[in-house]
């Protein structure tokens, strides 16, 4: 019986680290790392020495430094008797704030514009067209000041709706104001508020967590109706109807809630040179909300077009052969579908509009880059920290987006089996 001897393995040489393709692609990157080790250390020590040469040191205590300048918009308790840590904690919020409104109303502007671009009426598809064209092919920048000074120049001034015969009018039942001072509109006030809880930072309404209690609560008993009523059709083949049901579990726990807060609207009212009462929207806020909107807007009505065109027609086709109407179509079949294919780009536009919230400065709008990167910085002089925790902040929200949509595009995306 003849046996088989196994060819010996080569022995380890340090000249396989180079020739050997199991190991070239190991080493490139450890030189790579040590590289990338020694250019950091290079330069933070670079960047210590150049501080210590100017006499500074590297910290932030001059977060809880007061701060000494006032801001026009701030969602908590906020003067400038505050820290800097409270400023750059407002500008936070108010940057949340803008880039969380103009997400959505860029995205319902985007749906809308992309839907009508297919449109087989040529006037409402080329003015799409001319929509979309118009605004992604002009700066940004230039939008946020072509409407902040329509906002500014073109509206009456407050003393314009005072006389008999004023040359200004209030809107919608004399609730809205529309001036160049910025537009007045109804607050909600309870005659019977629960009041609020003080954590430290900032005061959280009790009234605010009724309310979203209530409007979960809703959405549950909805949720939960609805799948009562697929167990009914699927045992008996006939749906119940629950549109009444679904109404009264949507709508009415918050109505109750609303009543028993005593909820009403405190309308804004001309008091001496300005309006008073109601909540006030500078121009810098609608300006920015409304060019961030617009803007980014185009961009996603071309994402929500491509992604439409990329359902194959014979979708449309089955739907339409099943006796369903072009708007149920497309709410049904087409755009469910796309949504595996507008998902992934729309991220980086809800990105681009965060980042892009850094262009309020230049019509005064107090985020965090007016706040924390502009008069924080230019108060306390610490460039280095400032902009270290500046883009630390965008880093963290801009992951937290994209972490969000990624989580969403995983629950929408097609399940292999």
């Not at 906002?151 to 529309?178: K, Q, W, Y």
């Not at 179509?329 to 294919?341: D, I």
């Not at 536009?349 to 502009?374: C, F, H, P, Q, W």
Request: charged content about 15%; hydrophobic content about 50%.
């Amino acid at each position: 019986m003849t046996t088989m001897n196994e060819t010996p393995k080569a022995s380890f040489r340090l000249s396989m680290l180079i020739y050997d393709t199991r190991y070239r692609s190991l080493t490139i990157q450890v030189i790579f790392m040590f590289l990338l080790m020694a250019g950091a250390t290079w330069l933070v020590n670079n960047t210590i020495q150049n501080l210590h040469t100017l006499g500074k040191d590297f910290n932030f205590g001059f977060l809880e430094m007061r701060s000494g300048y006032d801001i026009n918009q701030h969602f908590i308790q906020y003067s400038n008797d505050s820290t800097h840590a409270r400023a750059m904690l407002v500008g936070l919020l108010n940057t949340l704030f803008i880039a969380f409104i103009s997400c959505v109303a860029a995205t319902v502007l985007g749906v809308v514009a992309g839907v009508l671009r297919l449109s087989k009426n040529w006037i409402v598809a080329k003015l799409m067209s001319i929509y979309v064209e118009a605004f992604r092919n002009i700066p940004l920048l230039i939008w946020i000041l072509i409407i902040f000074a329509i906002m500014t120049e073109a509206m009456p001034a407050p003393s314009a709706f005072r006389g008999a015969n004023p040359s200004a009018s209030m809107m919608l039942f004399d609730s809205i104001a529309v001036t160049n001072r910025g537009v007045y509109i109804p607050e909600p006030l309870f005659t019977r508020s629960l009041g609020n809880i003080d954590i430290g930072i900032f005061l959280i309404s009790l009234d605010l967590i009724a309310i979203l209690a209530a409007i979960v609560g809703g959405i549950w008993g909805y949720k939960a109706l609805q799948r009562r009523a697929e167990r009914i059709q699927n045992a008996t083949g006939v749906r119940p109807v629950t549109w009444w049901k679904s109404l009264l579990l949507i709508f009415g726990p918050v109505l109750v809630v609303l009543f028993a807060l005593g909820f009403h609207l405190g309308y804004p009212e001309l008091k001496g040179f300005n309006f008073r009462g109601g909540i006030q929207a500078r121009n810098s806020l609608i300006a920015l909300w409304l060019a961030l909107s617009i803007y980014t807007g185009a961009f996603i009505a071309e994402i929500v077009r491509a992604g439409i065109q990329a359902i194959s027609h014979g979708q449309s086709e089955a739907a339409l052969a099943l006796g369903l109407r072009p708007g149920q179509t497309m709410n049904l079949v087409v755009l469910p579908q796309a949504l595996r294919v507008i998902i992934p780009p729309m991220i980086s536009e809800y990105l681009n509009i965060t980042k892009n919230t850094s262009l309020a400065i230049a019509v005064g709008y107090m985020d965090l880059r007016a706040t924390l990167g502009g008069i924080t910085l230019n108060q306390t002089g610490r460039e280095l920290e400032a902009m270290l925790l500046m883009m630390g902040i965008y880093l963290v929200i801009s992951l937290l987006i994209s972490s969000a949509m990624n989580l969403y595009n995983r629950s929408v995306k097609l399940k292999e089996r």
